[in-house]
């Protein structure tokens, strides 16, 4: 069965860090990975999938990569911003089934 | 733009008293599915429709109900809430079920049930 797991709970950094969050799971046999951001009381926004056959993506500002032999994946955020703050979330989706499987997801909070 | 809309954002509703939430999307995928998230939790897939095809989840409880009655919209019928059927309930979709980019998923902004 597989579990996703995202440490730290929170975060605070001040603002212009470069920041890691990361993700791990327990089954290396995935489809692709999901990070999505969520703002308090509001739904997911997609930041970027990684399909099993990347080892990166990237968006602006955001960086993800994954390495399924090891169970991680990892959100890079550069220069972050206030405006970064937000929960965000990894979501895997094990080969042969449907559906993703949520983390908890990592608070951040950026102090201007 | 092409999104995913949820109506009502906030509802409130008596203990028992049948709820509907709605969710409509304008990119015309296949797949659409329904998500609990309480406070601090995971979402939690309740079922999803892939075209026609309803797939309920083996834990979701049978207060819980669900109807698409064309590719735009999808409808989640909560029969008799429960305070603890209080919750964040997000809509969201897919344009396949594939291995490809195509089961990246779209979020609609989520209905926030209070139930009294």
């Known amino acids: 069965k597989q579990e996703v797991t995202q440490i730290p709970a929170a975060l605070s950094v001040p603002e212009g860090e470069n920041l890691v969050l990361n993700c791990s799971f327990t089954d290396s046999a995935i489809y692709n990975l999901q990070w999505f951001r969520q703002d308090p009381g509001k739904g997911l926004t997609s930041l970027l999938l990684i399909q099993s056959s990347q080892r990166e993506q990237t968006s602006g500002r955001l960086n993800a990569s994954l390495d399924k032999s090891s169970g991680r994946s990892t959100l890079y955020i550069a220069a972050s911003q206030p405006g970064d703050s937000a929960t965000y979330l990894c979501?895997?989706?094990?080969?042969?089934?449907?559906?993703?499987?949520f983390g908890t997801g990592t608070r951040l909070k950026v102090l201007a | 733009d092409a999104m995913v809309i949820q109506n009502p954002r906030y509802q409130v509703t008596q203990f028992g008293k049948p709820v509907t939430l709605s969710c409509s999307q304008t990119?015309?995928?296949?797949?659409m599915y329904w998500y609990q998230q309480k406070s601090s939790q995971a979402p939690k897939l309740l079922f999803h429709y892939y075209d026609k095809d309803f797939n309920n989840e083996a834990d979701t409880p049978d207060n819980f109900q669900s109807r698409r009655p064309n590719t735009s919209f999808c409808f989640l019928d909560i029969r008799s809430p429960g305070l603890g059927d209080a919750a964040m309930y997000l809509c969201?979709?897919?344009?396949?079920?594939?291995?490809?980019?195509?089961?990246?998923?779209?979020f609609g902004p989520g209905t926030r049930l209070t139930v009294l």
């Open positions: 990119l015309n995928h296949n797949v």
């Open positions: 969201a979709t897919s344009r396949d079920l594939g291995s490809s980019s195509y089961n990246e998923q779209f």
């Open positions: 979501a895997v989706r094990t080969s042969g089934t449907y559906k993703y499987i």
